[in-house]
């Protein structure tokens, strides 16, 4: 017999119940569905190095296919930094997605972003939480009226399409955070943290944001997402430090997103900066004079 303490035990913590992946599979993989397969494993190393090895394999799996694990040992951010969580007490999924042939390859930067959108508005309507984007990939709460960090997105190319992965905090407790900085739905005063109908609405949400964007061929304008992200982007209108490859820094008011998805800084020194890749760190008054 399993013990009642080992952490794959399912009454190992009754707060936090397994998914119920047959349930799952009937309300999300239907006919006409962007999701045709969905699997929850009990641990993995990453979900998205997992997809991401499907994809470059003999037989890589067509679009959307869901991978889901109840725990993670070595989930990766950007910038490939590592972080762990307890079991069961987050939401870790990954999906595949071949925008292609109808968009063009230069706007597949826009699935981190269109993912930002889709998990905002899914987890509005589940958990009654207002979830604001921290550009390019953060997810953001307010825990005691601070901004704290609740999750992320990682887009990857793989094979043919792209391996998009999505890690939330649900109910992680205070004793729990990694660092200070971090935050959970739970925390947050999520109305539930049952993961199941969370998910649910993660992944519908993702559906209905992702086809309304193929469907315009890409374009950040006639899907609505660029309004849309611009609308709930945390950073805009924020005073910034941007650390850039190649060890840059570059300093001002983040002012727009291009129609590329790039975040354009006014910098200090006049000039107006387009920034595709780097971390954003958000300035307080103290830090910003």
């Excluded at 997992?50 to 869901?66: C, I, T």
């Excluded at 990857?156 to 890690?167: H, K, S």
């Excluded at 649900?170 to 049952?194: C, H, I, K, N």
């Amino acid at each position: 017999m399993t013990p009642p303490d080992a952490p794959d035990n399912r009454w190992s913590d009754l707060d936090r119940p397994p998914l119920n992946a047959p349930a799952l599979r009937r309300a999300l993989v239907r006919p006409g569905s962007l999701w045709t397969s969905l699997e929850v494993v009990r641990e993995t190393g990453s979900t998205n190095s997992d997809l991401a090895a499907r994809a470059a394999g003999p037989e890589a799996p067509g679009e959307g296919v869901v991978l889901v694990a109840e725990a993670q040992h070595a989930a990766r951010g950007r910038l490939d930094r590592r972080w762990t969580a307890p079991p069961r007490s987050g939401l870790f999924v990954s999906v595949y997605l071949v925008p292609g042939p109808g968009v063009p390859q230069e706007r597949w930067g826009w699935v981190p972003l269109l993912a930002g959108v889709a998990v905002a508005t899914g987890l509005s309507r589940a958990a009654g939480v207002d979830t604001a984007l921290k550009w390019p990939n953060d997810l953001l709460v307010t825990v005691d009226g601070e901004e704290r960090k609740a999750g992320g997105i990682l887009a990857e190319r793989a094979g043919e399409g792209i391996v998009l992965g999505i890690g939330l905090n649900v109910s992680l407790r205070a004793g729990e955070l990694p660092v200070p900085t971090a935050g959970s739905l739970a925390l947050a005063g999520a109305v539930t943290t049952d993961r199941d109908p969370l998910l649910r609405a993660l992944l519908r949400s993702l559906e209905q944001w992702y086809g309304d964007w193929r469907a315009a061929g890409g374009d950040p304008v006639a899907s609505g997402v660029q309004e849309t992200y611009a609308a709930g982007c945390a950073t805009l209108g924020r005073r910034v430090r941007a650390l850039l490859p190649g060890e840059r820094e570059v300093t001002g008011e983040a002012v727009a997103l291009d129609g590329d998805g790039r975040l354009v800084i006014a910098s200090d020194d006049g000039g107006r900066q387009p920034v595709g890749a780097g971390d954003i760190v958000h300035l307080r008054p103290a830090e910003a004079g």
